[in-house]
């Protein structure tokens, strides 16, 4: 099997695919194709496979950061069923369920229940900087944190939901 060099006409190893491994992204157009015929053939009752396809596509999309012009090139590599729209959708739903994966500026800290890592840089009592667990929504309202917990935060992190319990 000879190795892919294009995808939509596009050599693989062009700056528009932001040095991408080669395979992620032919795996990308694998996931597509695998999308469109679980949706044409649901003779097997296998649509949920279709949009499993379709996240795993989505959710390689944003991990590699591609442009909107990448993407298209993606989809149209190979003729699909799935409409550029879903793929669409599936990447977007997946960015706006997605927490921030570095460091964000404190004035940008959620108001609402969410927990983060408050980080403070060093100073004379605390050399190497200082962390604390905080929710937003206690963050943001006056006179509720205790006199000992305050202290100048520059930078917040997202924390990921809490493990789930197995049931008994």
């Given amino acids: 099997m000879t190795e892919q060099t294009h995808i939509g006409g596009v050599n693989i190893t062009a700056p528009l695919?932001?040095?991408?491994?080669?395979?992620?992204?032919?795996?990308?157009?694998?996931?597509?194709?695998?999308?469109?015929?679980?949706?044409a053939d649901d003779s097997g009752k296998e649509w949920g496979k279709g949009r499993l396809a379709l996240d795993i596509?989505?959710?390689k999309c944003v991990q590699l950061k591609l442009s909107y012009d990448a993407l298209e090139l993606l989809y149209k590599d190979k003729p699909q069923l799935?409409?550029?729209?879903?793929?669409?959708?599936?990447?977007?739903?997946g960015l706006r369920e997605a927490?921030?994966?570095?460091?964000?500026?404190?004035e940008t800290t959620p108001r609402d229940?969410?927990?983060?890592?408050?980080?403070?840089?060093?100073?004379?009592?605390?050399p190497k900087g200082r962390m604390m667990m905080w929710s937003g929504k206690?963050?943001?309202?006056?006179?509720?944190?205790?006199?000992?917990?305050?202290?100048p935060a520059t930078h917040w992190f997202a924390l990921p939901?809490?493990?789930k319990e197995p049931k008994p």
């Fill in 17 to 39: 695919w932001h040095k991408a491994p080669p395979d992620e992204l032919t795996y990308i157009v694998k996931m597509l194709s695998d999308a469109s015929f679980h949706y």
């Fill in 57 to 59: 596509a989505a959710s």
């Fill in 82 to 93: 799935v409409s550029f729209s879903q793929f669409m959708d599936h990447i977007l739903s």
């Fill in 99 to 106: 927490r921030p994966t570095a460091w964000q500026p404190i």
């Fill in 113 to 126: 229940e969410t927990r983060f890592l408050a980080y403070c840089p060093p100073e004379e009592a605390f």
């Fill in 138 to 151: 206690m963050f943001h309202t006056p006179g509720k944190v205790p006199f000992h917990l305050q202290f």
């Fill in 161 to 163: 939901a809490p493990p």
